[in-house]
């Protein structure tokens, strides 16, 4: 089990709220992107705020840093794999693809 995750989401009953730049940062961490940076959010139109979008991820459990030395580098938590083949039925997936196909 996943404990952030899992006391993130149901400090209540089940919340997952995820921002676009959120899920533009997921989903390019499960492409093999890496685009956790303020310029490649910038690429799409989006602006990371003043507490990182991968750090916000991070702390809800759905991404983790397996070398601490190498800091940014990031890799999804099983709960990360999940939400991104739930994204992935919402067609978000193919959005965020789709808008970095057509900024390159």
């Known amino acids: 089990m996943n404990s952030r995750f899992a006391d993130h989401v149901t400090s209540v ?7 676009k730049s959120m899920i ?8 093999k992107r890496h685009a956790t ?11 990371d705020t003043s507490v990182s979008t991968a750090r916000r991820l991070e702390e809800r459990g759905l991404l ?16 990360g794999e999940l939400v991104v083949e739930l994204l ?5 997936v193919q959005s965020v ?5 057509n900024a390159s």
Do not use: I
């Open 13 to 19: 009953a089940f919340h997952l709220t995820m921002s």
């Open 24 to 31: 533009v940062v997921l989903v390019s961490v499960a492409n």
């Open 37 to 47: 940076g303020k310029q490649s959010l910038r690429l799409v139109g989006l602006v």
């Open 64 to 79: 983790h840093a397996p070398n601490p030395e190498w800091p940014g580098r990031y890799e999804l938590t099983r709960a």
């Open 88 to 92: 992935r039925e919402a067609g978000l």
């Open 97 to 101: 693809e789709e808008t970095f196909q």
